[in-house]
């Protein structure tokens, strides 16, 4: 029983003895055997609810725990996170002070994802913890049903002739180093997420 725990709330249960390992296996287990997440197995066995849960999450993140569906969200907060973007990163953008935005992620132990959505809308992110459910959700409510392609998102976005006329530039020139900073680039790394996430979606319809 002493395997290393992939799941990162998993990881972080065991690291505060929250369950023993018995349990915590069981867990692994039903996961596995079901596709549940792993938040909905401790919840179904009895192990954790999930408001203890998101407790959990919060104390380790030291943020706090938000109620989404109490919250009536305006359009000034909404539009800090594109809907494409929002529905990627399974993320919801719930208050905005000056230039930071308090952002409810369903996957907030996951830090590459905090880095990079902060890196993506351009944005400093404080974030705050909420039910999975609940942001979906509200996803769906605020920001309606995916519609479109690739290039429908990229016009969403205003980005994609100026993703073309850059990258063509660059090429041109054949430097190496400004192709890397090219690279690293927001608009850039958002373009290929949303090729990557809507070949997921082709993919699961």
């Given amino acids: 029983m002493s395997e290393s725990v992939s799941n990162p709330f998993l990881a972080l249960i065991r690291e505060r003895n929250l369950l023993d390992d018995m349990q915590i296996e069981e867990v692994k287990e039903e996961h596995l055997r079901g596709a549940k997440p792993v938040e909905q197995v401790l919840a179904d066995f009895g192990l954790i609810d999930i408001a203890t849960q998101l407790q959990i999450k919060a104390d380790y993140l030291s943020t ?92 969403e976005l205003g980005e994609d002739e100026n993703i073309a006329r850059e990258v063509s530039a660059v090429v041109a020139t054949d430097n190496i180093a400004e192709l890397a900073d090219l690279a690293n680039d927001v608009p850039i790394i958002r373009f290929v997420n949303l090729v990557l996430f809507q070949a997921i979606q082709d993919r699961a319809s």
């Fill in 64 to 155: 706090e725990v938000v109620d989404v569906n109490a919250r009536d969200l305006p359009a000034e907060v909404l539009k800090c996170v594109p809907a494409t973007t929002a529905r990627m990163y399974k993320c919801l953008p719930v208050a905005l002070y000056g230039s930071t935005v308090q952002i409810a992620l369903a996957d907030p132990l996951n830090p590459a994802i905090v880095d990079e959505l902060g890196f993506v809308i351009g944005r400093d992110i404080q974030l705050v913890v909420a039910d999975p459910e609940q942001i979906e959700r509200a996803v769906l409510k605020y920001y309606g049903e995916e519609t479109g392609n690739v290039s429908d998102m990229l016009k």
